[in-house]
């Protein structure tokens, strides 16, 4: 297990008390699992995702993710449509171990655009993890 000062946390993402995070691209959001979320997991061996089409409302469980440890739910930080999901962790979930935040789950396009302003910049959620 890291220790919180060997975190990788990108100031250019929005993060969830859930610890997931956020990135704008253009007008999508691109989601996934931080630094930390996928160090307490350990091992990913599955990652359960939506299928394109599906709508969630903002913290609504959106997938999950199995490692040799335990089942995670993943909730979404935003309301939107998912457009796209990451299938390259259909066959290789632990790409998340490697680079959480390259390995992206979904990319949704926003139902409400504002609601990224309400994620934790990465200096609040480093403060959040340290209790």
Excluded at 48 to 60: A, R
Excluded at 118 to 125: D, E, G, N, P
Aim: glycine fraction near 6%.
């Amino acid at each position: 297990m890291k220790e919180l000062n060997e975190l990788n946390l990108p100031e250019n993402l929005g993060y969830t008390e859930d610890h997931e995070w956020a990135q704008k691209t253009g007008e999508t959001i691109k989601i996934g699992v931080s630094d930390y979320a996928q160090d307490q997991l350990g091992d990913i061996v599955f990652a359960e995702l939506p299928t394109v089409g599906d709508t969630f409302n903002k913290g609504d469980e959106f997938g999950t993710l199995e490692s040799v440890k335990a089942v995670s739910e993943l909730y979404i930080p935003m309301s939107g449509e998912v457009i796209a999901i990451n299938e390259e962790l259909d066959d290789s979930p632990e790409l998340v171990n490697e680079d959480p935040y390259n390995s992206w789950m979904i990319e949704i396009k926003p139902s409400t655009p504002e609601e990224y302003d309400q994620l934790l910049s990465a200096s609040a959620y480093m403060d959040l993890l340290k209790g």
